[in-house]
Structures are given as structure tokens and as C-alpha cells.
């Protein structure tokens, strides 16, 4: 256990399907990040909330949308989806100083939700 | 932007050295870090450097940072089968923008 736990673990909807991912994060971290994993691709940022304020925001289509209510839950929203959105939706949070920079901002992963799209 | 590469595959012998290299683009990275990344699981962090150092150990792993050709190296001494898994080198250019390569996967033949 790392210290942040995703839900689902697998999920597979249809294009019309409203659902929702979830994250936990219980290591009193004060940001909180979706990434997208896809085969063969880089990971992409998709959001950032900070002390529950979004700070980035990587040019997501709007089917996705974000929910920060607390600085320990993260939450995914999806509706509508396309095939090209399987992935593997990994949540990660860290701990950002106060004066900010990165500083040795290491990123704590949860182990992801497995996404299909029918 | 920045662009981290990586070569997608290795293949080592169980006890030989594994050297997992990464380029990148941009050397405003404060900090340079490892990650792996184990089947069913998200990426754990096995180290990270500081971008003035040019090397740090950590028992069997090794980063060896070359600022000027903007490579950065991984080198897990004694390979063992457990350490089969895929690797991503990262870079955070900013506070919360960490870029990441496209993993490597590395197999530890027995």
C-alpha cells in the first residue's frame, strides 16, 4: 500500500455511461494530480489540485471533469466517452513546500483504475 | 517542450548490470527522478538527483546525471528477476509539471 488507494480498480462502460473515478490520499499531501497512462505513450498530466484549488488543467476535453472537495479525495467524473480514452487513470499526490519549486516534490502514485470504453 | 526519451526495451541476464539511459530536452529540471512501474501496480519511486550532481548511489542503483549531453542513467547493479518491471525517468520543470519518458521495460532473463 502506498499510501493512496484508487477505485475502481477496473471499469468498463459504454460511450453513454456516466461514472466516476475515485482517489485517497492518506499521507496529509497538499496536492493531488490525474495522469493518463496509455501503451506505448508518455504519461499525461491531465489535472493538478493544490490545497484544493485546480492549478493545471493540460487541455482535457470537458468529458472529463475533476472534483478536489478535500485535500485527501480526488475525484474523476466521466461522461461520454470515447474508445480512445481506455487507459489505465493513475492519481497521485505530493507534498509541495511552501515556497514552492519543485524541490524533491516527489509524486506518490496509487496502482490506477483500468478504463474501457466500449 | 519538454521531451524525455527512452529506449522501450532491455534485456539482461539475472546478475549482470542493467543501465536504463534517458535523454531530455530541457535542463531546468531541478530535480531528475526514477521510477518503476510493476504489472497491476502505479509508479513507485526508487530515487531521484539533484540537477547539480552528476551521480548518486543507493545500495545496487546508480544515476549518473551528464548536464552537457543531457543524459541521465540508471544502473541497477546485480539484476535480479523482482526488478523486472518498467522504468520512467522524469524531469519537473515547474512545481507540479513533472514530464515523463515512455518507460523502458526491462526483462531479467533467469
Known amino acids: 500500500e502506498t499510501g493512496v488507494t484508487q477505485t475502481p480498480r477496473h471499469l468498463v462502460m459504454g460511450m453513454t455511461n456516466k461514472k466516476s473515478l475515485k482517489c485517497e490520499q492518506h499521507l496529509g499531501h497538499n496536492a493531488m494530480y490525474w495522469y493518463k497512462q496509455s501503451a506505448k505513450k508518455p504519461l499525461e498530466l491531465m489535472f493538478v489540485?493544490?490545497?484544493?484549488?485546480?492549478?493545471e488543467n493540460n487541455s482535457v476535453p470537458s468529458r472529463f471533469s475533476p472534483e478536489c472537495p478535500n485535500s485527501s479525495h480526488l475525484f474523476l467524473h466521466l461522461h461520454t466517452l470515447q474508445p480512445e480514452d481506455s487507459a489505465l487513470y493513475l492519481c497521485?499526490?505530493?507534498?509541495?513546500?511552501?515556497?514552492?519549486?519543485?524541490?524533491?516534490?516527489?509524486?506518490?502514485f496509487g496502482a490506477g483504475s483500468r478504463l474501457t470504453v466500449l | 517542450g519538454e521531451d524525455v526519451e527512452q529506449s522501450l526495451f532491455l534485456s539482461v541476464r539475472e546478475g549482470d548490470s542493467s543501465v536504463i539511459n534517458c535523454t531530455y530536452t530541457?535542463?531546468?529540471?531541478?530535480?531528475l527522478y526514477w521510477y518503476k512501474q510493476e504489472p497491476g501496480a502505479g509508479l513507485q519511486l526508487l530515487t531521484y538527483?539533484?540537477?547539480?550532481?552528476d551521480m548518486k548511489q543507493d545500495q545496487r542503483l546508480t544515476v549518473l546525471l551528464n548536464k552537457k549531453d543531457k543524459h541521465l542513467s540508471l544502473r541497477i547493479a546485480d539484476t535480479q528477476t523482482g526488478d523486472s518491471a518498467i522504468y520512467f525517468c522524469a524531469g519537473a520543470q515547474e512545481t507540479y509539471k513533472y514530464i515523463f519518458g515512455t518507460g523502458t521495460r526491462l526483462k531479467v532473463l533467469a
Open positions: 538527483i539533484f540537477s547539480n550532481m
Open positions: 530541457d535542463s531546468s529540471s531541478t530535480y
Open positions: 489540485y493544490s490545497l484544493e484549488e485546480r492549478v
Open positions: 497521485a499526490s505530493s507534498q509541495v513546500g511552501v515556497a514552492g519549486g519543485a524541490g524533491a516534490n516527489v509524486l506518490t
